[in-house]
């Protein structure tokens, strides 16, 4: 299979990855991918590739986005005020992170995802059990 082919099939892949999950697992898909682009952030920044860290930078920003999106306020309750305040203070140091060339502020905005991620994580079983 050359790389055209391994690239269709991970795209196939995460189609039918996003298709076939549960609300639950589509805000973990959207942690994983604010993670992984922020990661790649950093790799780009410390290969002094600009416009490529911009690009995973800008990424991130719109997942987060998505994720701030999702919350519902009126069932959230204060988790979901919580939430809310924590990707607006992401949203607002990766802008800083790009401008600055801050690696410190893309390791900030990683362990706060970190943490987003442990705790959405540990809810699983919980959140499919409400679901039925």
């Known amino acids: ?13 995460a189609t039918t990855g996003v298709e076939n999950a549960d609300p639950h697992r589509l805000i973990q898909m959207l942690i994983d991918g604010g993670i992984e682009k922020i990661n790649r952030a950093k790799f780009f920044l410390n290969n002094k590739k600009v ?12 997942i987060i986005g998505g ?3 999702s919350l519902d306020m009126e069932k959230g309750g204060e988790i979901a005020k919580n939430l809310d305040g924590l990707y607006d203070y992401c ?3 990766l802008v800083e992170a790009n401008t600055e060339n ?6 900030d905005v990683l362990s706060v995802m970190q ?10 079983e919980q959140s499919i059990t409400e679901a039925r």
Not at 102 to 107: A, I, V
Request: no cysteine; aromatic share 8%.
């Open 1 to 13: 299979m050359g790389l055209s082919g391994a690239s269709a099939y991970t795209k196939m892949s």
């Open 51 to 62: 416009a490529e860290k911009g690009q995973h930078i800008s990424w991130a920003i719109s």
């Open 67 to 69: 994720l701030r999106a």
């Open 91 to 93: 949203t607002f140091t």
């Open 102 to 107: 801050s690696e410190q502020k893309l390791n």
């Open 115 to 124: 943490q987003v991620k442990e705790a959405w994580d540990g809810i699983r």
